[in-house]
């Protein structure tokens, strides 16, 4: 078994994205979809994404590219590159697939992809999340996630700048 090419199957385009889900819907799979950019893979993240994961079947993660995440997140930012986030996302057992998307929003992924459910923290109401409209007018569910306190990748890139070496 080669693990290295397990994870690179587990990064998908949009086009060979469709076709996994075309095949996990016949199958009967409940397709749990979220989103971010998830920088440096913290406990936070972790436990997030595992519980998303418990919701369906197959869990899709769309990563921002870093050209996206440099716009939201400012110039420092990402701290690790698309590859290396899409490899680590792609390590974890319970998730079941990764792409990435560059627009503002994940608006078009969604509609897409017409998840069964969408995830996100619950730092947001249900009825504001990105592609809140797609998800329940199919009979989807959004889904929030109590978020971790203490944990985030900004707070994590503040102490170590002031770490003295």
């Not at 397709?31 to 519980?51: K, M, P, R, S």
């Not at 996100?120 to 592609?131: H, M, S, T």
Request: hydrophobic fraction near 40%; charged fraction near 20%; include cysteine.
């Amino acid at each position: 078994m080669n693990h290295l090419k397990n994870l690179q199957h587990k990064i998908h385009s949009h086009e060979s994205l469709m076709a996994k889900i075309i095949s996990w819907r016949v199958s009967g799979c409940k397709i749990v979809f979220t989103n971010g950019c998830f920088d440096i893979l913290h406990l936070g993240h972790i436990d997030y994404l595992a519980q998303a994961a418990d919701l369906g079947t197959k869990l899709i993660v769309a990563l921002n590219t870093d050209a996206s995440v440099s716009r939201i997140k400012g110039p420092s930012r990402p701290i690790t590159d698309q590859l290396s986030r899409s490899m680590v996302m792609a390590s974890l057992e319970f998730v079941a697939a990764v792409t990435f998307f560059d627009e503002p929003t994940p608006y078009e992924l969604i509609k897409m992809i017409q998840p069964d459910i969408l995830v996100k923290g619950a730092d947001y109401k249900a009825e504001d999340i990105v592609g809140y409209d797609i998800v329940t007018a199919r009979g989807g569910s959004v889904e929030t996630i109590p978020l971790v306190n203490g944990y985030s990748t900004s707070a994590i890139e503040t102490r170590i700048r002031k770490a003295k070496i």
